[in-house]
């Protein structure tokens, strides 16, 4: 069975490795029985709790210490960001609909600009479970990764030691893919370890935005690509409020799409992408 390093996503400070580890496992193995392929075992897969870093030092972060959640005031540079990033998934039609309408609060931060208040609604309208908040506290948890450049460096260094010279499949979800994109790309792993990685596997990946690619500096048209010849897959549920409901097949040749169904009570969900077909084909090396 393949040896897995897994990058796990937002919203994890509150978590742990070892609890994140038998999570993903469990799902994994289900998704390969589910093709009836054998299961990974203890020490099969690798899984850094990179967000632990987040805390600036601390194990844990408590709910009123999140630095992305509601209670948390947005920066002028978040503001710009997370705009950015919804005129990039907002549909017009959507937009339209909000933007005659006096603005009620309907729950969001009164602070807010008023463009950012009546694009959250528009996602809203489309997302209709409280999607264009989600997406406001993950576009903060992405920005934060993208444009501190320490941070991101150890992060980076926390997932690189995770991969051994037997890794053979990357397997990484939600802002968890932007860290491996990035760190594949940026050829940080010692090239005795990364040589025999065989596959990435992205799920719901925000890299279908281009504000999160340009945050990498991939310019607008740009392939996103790999050195080497590493295979990538990449899961997306239409209804993933974090991708826009898209893919990254449009963004390069080299990736594959596949089209999964997680459900709708949280279509983003790591262990619900984990369980599904095609990541299960992926990660047992299966053309599909």
């Given at each position: ?6 990058v796990?996503?937002?919203r994890?400070?509150q ?5 994140l580890?038998?999570?993903w ?6 998704g390969?029985?589910?093709?009836e392929?054998p299961g990974?075992v ?13 805390a600036r030092?601390a194990?844990r972060?408590?709910a009123e ?6 209670a948390?005031p947005l920066s002028?540079?978040?503001?710009a960001?997370v705009?950015?990033?919804?005129e990039e998934?907002?549909h017009s ?7 005659e309408?006096e ?16 694009l959250v609604?528009?996602y809203?309208?489309r ?11 993950a ?5 934060f990764?993208?444009?501190e450049?320490?941070l ?7 997932v ?5 010279d ?12 932007v ?17 025999e990685?065989r596959t ?11 504000a999160?690619?340009r ?10 690509k790999?050195a080497?010849?590493i ?7 239409p ?10 097949s449009?963004?390069?040749p ?8 997680n ?5 983003h969900k ?16 299966e053309?599909?």
């Amino acid at each position: 069975m393949a040896r897995i390093v897994g990058v796990h996503g937002i919203r994890q400070t509150q978590t742990s490795k070892s609890r994140l580890t038998a999570e993903w496992s469990k799902a994994v193995n289900r998704g390969l029985g589910s093709i009836e392929q054998p299961g990974i075992v203890t020490g099969d897969l690798e899984l850094p709790h990179w967000t632990g870093l987040l805390a600036r030092g601390a194990d844990r972060l408590g709910a009123e210490d999140d630095p992305f959640g509601p209670a948390a005031p947005l920066s002028q540079e978040e503001v710009a960001f997370v705009t950015d990033a919804l005129e990039e998934v907002v549909h017009s039609d959507d937009l339209a609909t909000f933007e005659e309408i006096e603005l009620q609060t309907l729950g969001l931060p009164r602070l807010w600009p008023a463009r950012l208040t009546r694009l959250v609604m528009a996602y809203d309208h489309r997302y209709p479970r409280g999607g264009g908040k989600l997406f406001v506290s993950a576009m903060r948890e992405v920005r934060f990764y993208l444009y501190e450049p320490g941070l991101a460096a150890r992060v980076r260094e926390l997932v690189a030691d995770a991969f051994g010279d037997d890794t053979s499949v990357v397997v990484a979800h939600s802002l968890g893919s932007v860290i491996a994109y990035d760190l594949l790309r940026r050829s940080q792993i010692p090239p005795e370890r990364v040589a025999e990685v065989r596959t990435l596997v992205t799920c719901g990946s925000p890299l279908a935005i281009p504000a999160v690619r340009r945050g990498l500096g991939v310019a607008d048209g740009e392939p996103l690509k790999l050195a080497g010849d590493i295979n990538w897959v990449n899961a997306f549920d239409p209804g993933d409020f974090i991708t826009g409901g898209r893919g990254l097949s449009h963004t390069s040749p080299a990736i594959t799409d596949a089209r999964v169904r997680n459900g709708v009570v949280d279509p983003h969900k790591a262990l619900t992408y984990l369980r599904t077909a095609p990541v299960a084909h992926a990660i047992a090396g299966e053309e599909r």
